[in-house]
């Protein structure tokens, strides 16, 4: 009677599903966060070539030692967050501060011995048949 409605195809629907997840990502502002996220691996493994990883992990997160990246990533976070009032999401975007602590080393309790009563096996030998099974009904 009536034709059928025809369905968006796939293909649309999984372009359509993708582009709103980039617009909502844009909309909090999670490029910011990605572009820092590649400066700060850029910093590290430059860092990391000249020293320890240790001193490479301390440069980066300090915030003395900022690579052009972060800066314009600090500048432009802040042009697009003008609107916050809030001072909790202002010293959240102030930077990242890592936490180093020493290597802590786990040694294994002593060994135990463990002595373990041995096992005798006892056979039983029997020179009885086993009884046979009942008729079946129907079979002679």
Same mark, same amino acid.
């Given at each position: 009677?009536?034709?059928?409605?025809?369905?968006?195809?796939?293909?649309?629907l999984r372009h359509a599903q993708r582009g709103t997840v980039l617009l909502l990502c844009l909309a909090?502002?999670?490029?910011?966060?990605?572009?820092?996220?590649?400066?700060?691996?850029?910093?590290?493994?430059?860092? !990391?070539?000249? /020293?320890?990883?240790?001193?490479? =992990?301390?440069? &980066?997160?300090?915030?003395?030692? @900022?690579? +052009?990246?972060?800066?314009?990533?600090?500048?432009?976070?802040?042009?697009?967050?003008?609107?916050?009032?809030?001072?909790?999401?202002?010293? !959240?975007?102030? /930077?990242?501060?890592?936490?180093? =602590?020493?290597? &802590?080393?786990?040694?294994?309790? @002593?060994? +135990?011995?463990?002595?373990?009563?041995?096992?005798?096996?006892?056979?039983?030998?029997?020179?009885?048949?086993?009884?046979?099974?009942?008729?079946?009904?129907?079979?002679?």
């Amino acid at each position: 009677m009536f034709p059928a409605a025809s369905a968006p195809p796939r293909l649309w629907l999984r372009h359509a599903q993708r582009g709103t997840v980039l617009l909502l990502c844009l909309a909090l502002g999670l490029q910011w966060a990605l572009l820092q996220g590649i400066a700060w691996t850029g910093m590290f493994i430059s860092f !990391a070539r000249e /020293g320890s990883v240790i001193e490479a =992990v301390e440069k &980066t997160f300090d915030g003395q030692h @900022a690579c +052009e990246l972060c800066k314009k990533v600090k500048e432009g976070s802040q042009n697009s967050s003008n609107t916050s009032s809030s001072t909790q999401e202002d010293d !959240a975007t102030k /930077g990242l501060h890592a936490v180093l =602590v020493s290597p &802590t080393v786990l040694i294994p309790p @002593a060994e +135990e011995i463990l002595s373990f009563a041995p096992l005798c096996e006892v056979k039983i030998s029997r020179n009885e048949m086993p009884e046979p099974p009942p008729p079946r009904r129907g079979q002679v």
